[in-house]
């Protein structure tokens, strides 16, 4: 088994949250459980260096490049885990979550359990933190996934699965998506097709049926994206 975490430096919340737990599970429950850290190339060595004095069967890789592309370092974790071997990975933080699920059933891993105590979107918003903001708008997709498509759940509140399992939430449903034999949203196709005033017959009359679904989130909710030919194209000579 892996427990992944990317770009959190050590700590004594990371040691007391991760490098102690682990120290303990296998101790008392005879677990093999191997860390792989990803963290930033700033004092990389140091930070290496000490992550394995609190655990020295550690790995310990370097993020490249830059946290919004983690999808770079998905493909490390797939060649490390073609060498390794695990069943299984604990992704601490959405990234992490993401990481494991992109390369789930392309090699040994069949389980991802989401670890939600790395609270990034909170601390990306509330501190400086060097990412651009359109991903701080947009990590919230990651989280999504890692809510709703890991096999198990670490500290993760029924109401954020909730909040993520809502109907509204994932509004608009097309009418392929509620005519698909495949319906494994936790409501109704009903809720689906009609969100909003349902209760006070007000949705059925005057219902408009979307024929794409949400694009990246909220963000094409508030961003104008035009996917027509430019005007250059279009002008009369």
Request: with cysteine; aromatic share 10%; proline share 5%.
């Amino acid at each position: 088994m892996i427990y992944l975490t990317y770009g959190e430096p050590p700590s004594g919340v990371f040691f007391s949250q991760v490098t102690d737990v682990l120290n303990y599970l296998e101790e008392k429950h005879q677990s093999k459980i191997r860390l792989v850290a990803f963290i930033s190339l700033h004092d990389f060595s140091e930070k290496k260096n000490e992550l394995l004095n609190h655990r020295h069967n550690s790995i310990v890789l370097p993020m490249l490049p830059k946290a919004p592309y983690w999808k770079f370092n998905a493909i490390i974790l797939w060649l490390l885990c073609l060498f390794l071997k695990p069943k299984s990975i604990i992704a601490r933080n959405v990234i992490a979550a993401n990481m494991a699920l992109r390369i789930k059933n392309k090699c040994s891993v069949k389980k991802v359990c989401f670890d939600g105590r790395g609270a990034m979107k909170a601390e990306w918003t509330e501190y400086p933190i060097t990412v651009p903001d359109n991903w701080k708008n947009n990590i919230h997709e990651l989280e999504n996934n890692a809510v709703n498509k890991s096999d198990f759940r670490i500290a993760v509140t029924y109401k954020l699965v909730e909040h993520w399992q809502s109907a509204l939430r994932n509004a608009p449903h097309t009418m392929g998506a509620l005519l698909n034999e495949n319906w494994d949203k936790p409501y109704s196709r009903e809720s689906a097709a009609f969100p909003h005033g349902q209760n006070f017959n007000l949705a059925r009359a005057g219902k408009y049926w979307p024929t794409v679904g949400r694009i990246d989130g909220a963000y094409g909710d508030r961003n104008l994206v035009c996917s027509c030919e430019p005007i250059s194209e279009l002008a009369i000579n």
